[in-house]
Structure formats: structure tokens, C-alpha cells
């Protein structure tokens, strides 16, 4: 009669797979790139300029259009 003997792997042996994408504990990615806080306060501030040129140009639209208005009154209506 033979024994025989398993070796049970270590800790360092077993092989897990891993996902694709980002691994769990991976902070690179919130230090560098599109997610950095760096990019993510350049974003804000570009949205903000956008909006405020937005209200500017409504703005300037509306006194156009009254500029329009008054002046095509004031010539007969036409």
C-alpha cells in the first residue's frame, strides 16, 4: 500500500484572475488623467465660463432685438 502525499499550494502560488479595467485598491487612476482632481477643477472652471458666455450672449441677443425693434418703429415699420 502507497500514501500519497498533496503538496497544498502557498499563498504566493495560487493564481487569481483578475478583471479587466481597474484593479481594487488602484488609486493611479484618481491621481492621473481624466478623473485627477487637477481635470476635474478645469472642467468646473471651463463650465462655468461657458454658462456665464451663454447668459452674455442672450443678453446681447435680447438688446439686439430691441435695437431691431425700436429702429424699424421709429423708420415707418418696415
Known sequence: MTTTVYAVP???DVVV???PGGQPGNRNALKAGY??????ATRSKVGKLKRSV???LRL??????ARDAELSSASGGG
Open 10 to 12: 502557498e499563498a504566493q
Open 17 to 19: 484572475k483578475r478583471k
Open 35 to 40: 478623473w485627477s482632481m487637477r481635470n476635474r
Open 54 to 56: 451663454r447668459d452674455v
Open 60 to 65: 446681447a441677443n435680447a438688446a439686439l432685438k
